[in-house]
């Protein structure tokens, strides 16, 4: 690695891959982002960009990227693809970066296929920041998940494309070493996997402390939005809720019900997310941070936080 550089690509800020960045960075690498977070004031590319030899942007891509995802439903089909498709134009863009000098890349996931599809990783050792679980595995949770509850219209909705699949699994048996908070993620690579510190936020002033119980998602059932209304009719729960009922009007008929206004944890006393897949928990580390407890599943990847009750998906006893 000393006689070349790396080449750190990256794309949506995550607290833990930016605190492991800057640990093992050195002043001849190269960062390539979509645009510089901290210049525009976007928290969501708020990478620290000093200490590089080279910083590269492609920011007339990344505000195109964002009007377009605005005009875009919040799930389904089409939503799915165009995302893939904006994961696709990043990855090649990025690509006329890698000159022959780069001997070393560490890479977020999801642009991973697309490098390996196109030669960019061949003659290079690479590191992957894995935001999510490989789309073979999330497809079968999916699939899993949609036997259970074959009358949601949406846990059937999308799946990849299988040469896409078989390029991701092909670039994760090759990579190096793989890097992420998440603990369920991390169980899939045992022997290669860096498992990092989740990162919580700072709090300045706690929300107002109560008894609701939050639901921290839209009515998905991805988000365990059925074992979770099954629970709260059994119990005469009332339930704290974020989000449409992207599962069909009246899902949460016959619960009692209040909806989330300004900050979605005033007034709450518990947390509960039993989704069978979730990949970035950031209102649960915010509900961990003001110790408010959390019962999530084990898809949350939260099992080694204090303060979370980790459950099976789908086990509506345990719940």
Not at 65 to 74: I, K, N, V
């Amino acid at each position: 690695k000393s006689l070349g550089r790396t080449a750190y690509l990256v794309d949506e800020y995550w607290p833990e891959f930016e605190h492991y960045i800057q640990t093992n960075r050195t002043t001849q690498d190269l960062l390539a982002l979509p645009l510089q977070g901290q210049r525009w004031h976007k928290a969501n590319y708020a990478w620290n960009p000093h200490g590089f030899q080279q910083v590269k942007t492609v920011t007339l891509m990344t505000l195109r990227r964002s009007l377009a995802s605005r005009q875009l439903s919040a799930q389904g089909k089409s939503r799915q693809q165009q995302l893939l498709k904006n994961d696709q134009q990043l990855a090649k863009a990025y690509s006329k970066w890698l000159t022959y000098d780069v001997t070393h890349i560490v890479v977020m996931q999801h642009l991973l296929p697309f490098l390996w599809r196109e030669g960019h990783l061949g003659g290079r050792t690479f590191d992957v920041l894995m935001t999510r679980l490989p789309l073979s595995v999330l497809q079968d949770r999916l699939d899993q998940a949609h036997c259970k509850h074959p009358q949601s219209p949406t846990l059937g909705d999308f799946r990849a494309n299988p040469k896409l699949v078989e390029a991701e699994n092909q670039a994760l048996q090759s990579a190096r070493r793989l890097m992420t908070p998440h603990t369920d993620i991390a169980k899939l690579f045992p022997l290669k996997t860096t498992l990092l510190d989740w990162s919580l936020p700072i709090v300045a002033t706690p929300p107002a402390s109560g008894k609701s119980i939050l639901f921290p998602a839209s009515a998905l059932g991805r988000k365990g939005a059925y074992g979770l209304r099954e629970v709260a009719q059994a119990l005469d729960l009332q339930l704290h809720l974020l989000g449409p009922e992207l599962e069909g009007e009246n899902f949460w008929e016959g619960v009692k019900v209040s909806r989330s206004q300004l900050d979605p944890l005033t007034g709450v006393g518990l947390v509960v997310l039993p989704a069978y897949v979730e990949h970035n928990p950031r209102l649960l580390l915010k509900a961990i941070a003001h110790q408010i407890p959390v019962i999530a599943s084990t898809a949350c990847g939260l099992e080694q936080v204090t303060g979370v009750t980790s459950i099976p998906a789908g086990d509506i006893s345990q719940l």
